[in-house]
């Protein structure tokens, strides 16, 4: 699978992010089916998701357009954060559509807690 991302932020410099795009890609010896669950399910995403070191609290996935990955995330020194991606497109074991964002508890999007000029949003994809 491979992942695209890129950054939007607020209107005003939406203009100057648009078309800027970076792509990570990794071959992964695996099961395209278990690279996928790796991606979708909650408790897969659990054992990866997130910066090393981490520890990810919990975990809920709502798969479907629309839907929510929301995660809740501690650091090695006890600082709590949390996540989310609101999908966009899913066609199994194809294509993954999702914006990627800091959130509250509660859910509602977030600026990173210590870069406060990082990107609201990233718009990501996931392909295979």
């Known amino acids: 699978m491979i992942a695209k991302t890129a950054a939007k932020t607020n209107p005003s410099t939406a203009a100057k992010a648009e078309g800027q795009a970076f792509t990570i890609s990794r071959v992964i010896d695996a099961p395209l089916d278990r690279v996928w669950k790796a991606w ?72 990173h807690l210590l870069h406060e000029k990082s990107p609201l949003t990233i718009l990501s994809t996931v392909t295979s």
Do not use: N
């Open 40 to 111: 979708t399910d909650a408790k897969q995403l659990k054992h990866w998701w997130g910066p090393k070191g981490f520890e990810i609290v919990s975990t809920k996935v709502d798969l479907r357009p629309g839907g929510v990955f929301h995660y809740h995330l501690r650091s090695p020194d006890g600082q709590d954060m949390w996540g989310k991606f609101i999908y966009r497109e899913i066609v199994p074991q194809k294509r993954l559509v999702f914006v990627v964002s800091f959130s509250d508890e509660a859910g509602g999007v977030t600026r």
